[in-house]
């Protein structure tokens, strides 16, 4: 029915069984939307008249009241359409979107913000980068230019911090600058940095960092998408007892990352590391990457200073990364967040 009024593009973004119906004790309420752009004027026009609102960039037509009812008031409808309101914002794709709208939905939140952690609770994992002694080197990869090597010095300071004994190996030795960049962040920590341009050296400086509780690895950047630039990358993640991250900046597209997330994933890395969250308006591709790649998200970096470190990722503080403008008012009430737990359970 929402097709035949609306035509082909349109969605259902919420349903709702509703009491005391007409006939049968009761019926079920449907909000749907169209983009302005597929708007079938002429179509829609001539059986329902002009739409009476639009509603953030979705057109809803007047005199659909018999089945289809648009109601400001109903709380359900609301949720649904500010969240996806922040999904279009983000350029989220189209397949995640649904499964947030859905989550919510059947979580059934009466506030936006509590609704879309729940959701984000119970799509994606989260799995903070590891701040005491590890029994795997982190290596950190990526596309060019993605933060890798601000993520390796981020990590190393932070644990330096921490008073852990950290080793730092580079298998960027080729490209100009690439080492002196990194040589420059481990001389103010004081940590002396090992060169591995293959996979044999990198085995052997493994070996000579087993007394450290952490090693880091920085790698040069690899297009993902040529096959002998990925094959190197998984023969060095093979080296030896690696977690490999993906650092991948916002702002991308959505598709591209999403692609660049399975790619990655294909070779064993299942972990991402968002990076120039603070230079990005679009965070659609880092859940499309998470989504496709099966990542779990570790934390995120947000500012080029070193000493800044990390910005930590949960579904709360994701969330508010999305939806900033429902956060402003409920701040942490503990007693929120842990409704919002228990709907993500109940959603499982
Ligand atoms: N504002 C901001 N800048 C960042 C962030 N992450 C990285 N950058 C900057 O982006 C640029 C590239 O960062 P690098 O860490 O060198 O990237 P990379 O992945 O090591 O690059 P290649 O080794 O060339 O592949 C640098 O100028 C960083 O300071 C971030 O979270 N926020
Ligand atoms: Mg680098």
């Not at 500012?303 to 470190?309: H, L, M, N």
Request: glycine letters at 12%; proline letters at 5%.
């Amino acid at each position: 029915m929402v097709r035949e009024t609306l035509g082909e593009d349109a969605v259902i973004v919420a349903t709702r069984d509703e009491k005391g119906g007409p006939g049968h004790g009761g019926g079920v309420r449907v909000t749907a939307a169209i983009d302005p752009s597929d708007y079938n004027a002429d179509y829609n026009d001539e059986m329902f008249g002009a739409p009476a609102f639009e509603t953030h960039g979705r057109a809803a037509p007047s005199a659909a009241e018999t089945w289809l009812q648009y109601d400001a008031e109903d709380e359900e409808a609301a949720v649904a359409e500010e969240i996806t309101d922040a999904m279009l914002r983000h350029s989220v794709p189209e397949d995640v979107m649904d499964q947030i709208l859905s989550c919510a939905t059947v979580i059934g939140f009466e506030e936006p913000g509590i609704a879309l952690i729940a959701a984000v609770e119970h799509l994606f994992h989260f799995t903070p980068l590891p701040t005491g002694k590890t029994a795997k080197a982190i290596m950190m990869v990526g596309p060019p230019g993605s933060g890798k090597t601000l993520a390796v010095a981020k990590q190393a300071a932070r644990a330096v911090m921490n008073g852990l004994k950290v080793g730092v190996v580079t298998t960027d030795t080729v490209r100009a600058g690439g080492l002196e960049q990194l040589q420059g962040f481990m001389k103010l920590l004081n940590i002396q940095l090992v060169k591995a341009k293959n996979t044999a050296e990198l085995q052997g400086a493994l070996e000579g960092l087993r007394g450290c509780d952490q090693i880091l690895i920085d790698t040069a950047g690899v297009n993902p998408f040529n096959g002998d630039d990925l094959r190197g990358l998984a023969r060095m993640i093979g080296a030896g007892a690696i977690e490999a991250y993906l650092v991948l900046p916002g702002g991308m597209d959505s598709e591209e990352s999403g692609e660049i997330g399975r790619v990655f994933s294909t070779i064993g890395v299942h972990k991402l590391i968002p990076s120039r969250v603070d230079i990005a308006r679009r965070l659609g591709g880092l859940l499309s990457a998470a989504h496709h790649g099966g990542m779990s998200f570790a934390e995120a970096t947000n500012t080029p200073k070193v000493a800044d470190g990390f910005l930590s990722l949960n579904p709360k503080n994701l969330s508010k990364l999305l939806m900033p403008a429902a956060y402003r008012d409920s701040s942490s009430s503990p007693g929120r967040m842990d409704q919002a737990r228990k709907g993500a359970r109940r959603a499982q």
